[in-house]
């Protein structure tokens, strides 16, 4: 995370009576504060807002899979060279190659100190509890893959996710029809027959999950294609027509130049790419290999590059060099907010004070959109005027009402927290860039 150095630009205090909008009990003291930093841009943006300037304006944003810091830089080395809107995608099949928390790590520091628009997102989330786990991370927009089960329970599956995400404001892409693998290191995680997409079942889709993206099969694999690859234009036009929403395709390694411009031609705004990053990566340590190359650094040597040149190539053909000026208008930014609580308590001792933070610690982290809970107790040496705090930080705005209400922060404000913390005051921090 960069460094914060707030700057108040508005202050206002009273009592929670006196801010009906605003979301804690009426005894609650409030402080709102509206802060910046004094460090370089964070540039992450509302995935939704970000592909749908794409739908609108007739191109593609690259969702390009990274599985290591050599990829991670490369991408964003081709996003700002090209000056375009970039996602940033890690997908759960490709967990056993890194650990995900800490590449988490890396790419919300990528995306934070970007001049270009960024979005991260979850690629093939495989349940409700790793989409959970992907926001709290910091990814801001995720998908479910539940496209190798039956109809209704792709729907299900896929409802549970949208009903929890959108309460926090992530978007969400699901996928209907099934995109095999065919060749490739990731291609045996998609076993079976391509099963395509129909228009009336994807308008069903949209209606019964409201995803805000929606993949679909219609003549791609996962991997490497074998032969010309034969993609259903027709059959994309009509669910384009239909949906009006952006549409996604899983596969795009191996189509031609004129098959990528017909995608985004009818409606795709949203192209995962990763085998041919990956076969450029591995071309790069073959060729270091043959010429002598020994020890890890000189085998990866240039690797970097050989991404960057990849995801340049394709933004490019895709058309989204140098729309990130227009999409950092045209999306809204995404905020983190602190939530700060400074306090005493009454009638507990040193000892029941730290089991009651806690315990807070426990119920609180675990509700969907907080990525982190931490307490503190006051340095000063004599008499200050609260002696705890809670640092709260959701992963934007509409998480505030969404924690406000949610069972375990009632039930732990109400049973253990309020009634010995009578003397507090509460601060909301929104981080501007």
Known sequence: MARLQFRIASYRQGTASQFPGFHYSATDKILLFRTRTEETPMPLVNMKDMLRHAHDHGYAVGAFDLVSLDFLEGIMMAAEKTRAPVILSLAESHFEYYDFELLMRATTAAAERASVPVAIHLDHGESLRSVVTGIRLGCNGVMVDASHHPFEENVRITKEVTDLAHAIGVPVEGELGYVPGV???????????????????????????????????????????????????????????????????????????????????????????????????????????????????????????????????????????????????????????????????????????????????????????????????????????????????????????????????????????????????????????
């Open 183 to 433: 060749e490739g290191e990731d291609a045996e995680k998609h076993p079976g027959e391509i099963r395509y997409t129909t228009p009336e079942e994807a308008a069903r889709y949209v209606e019964a999950t409201s995803i805000d993206f929606l993949a679909v099969s219609i003549g791609t694999v996962h991997g490497r294609m074998k032969g010309t690859p034969k993609l259903d234009f027709g059959r994309l036009a009509e669910i384009n027509a239909r949906l009006g929403i952006p549409l996604v395709i899983h596969g795009g390694t191996g189509l031609s130049d004129e098959q990528f411009r017909a995608l985004v031609k009818n409606g795709v705004s949203k192209i995962n790419y990763y085998t041919a990053l990956s076969d450029a990566a591995a071309r790069v340590v073959h060729e270091n290999a043959r010429r002598g190359a020994r020890g890890y650094t000189a085998l990866a040597s240039g690797v970097r590059q050989a991404i960057a040149e990849e995801c340049t190539r394709m933004i490019r053909l895709w058309g989204g060099e140098n729309r990130a000026e227009e999409v950092l208008s045209a999306a809204r930014p995404w905020r983190n907010v602190m939530h700060v609580i400074e306090y005493n308590v009454e009638g507990l001792d040193e000892a029941g004070a730290a089991r009651l933070r806690a315990k807070g610690r426990e119920a609180l982290s675990r509700i969907p959109g907080v990525m982190a809970v931490e307490t503190g107790v006051a340095i000063q040496p004599e008499d200050p005027p609260y002696r705890y705090a809670w640092l709260v930080r959701f992963c934007q705005p509409q998480v505030i009402a969404y924690y406000r209400d949610h069972p375990l922060h009632v039930e732990y404000a109400d049973r253990h927290f309020r009634p010995v913390a009578g003397n507090r005051v509460t601060i909301d921090f929104e981080l501007d860039e």
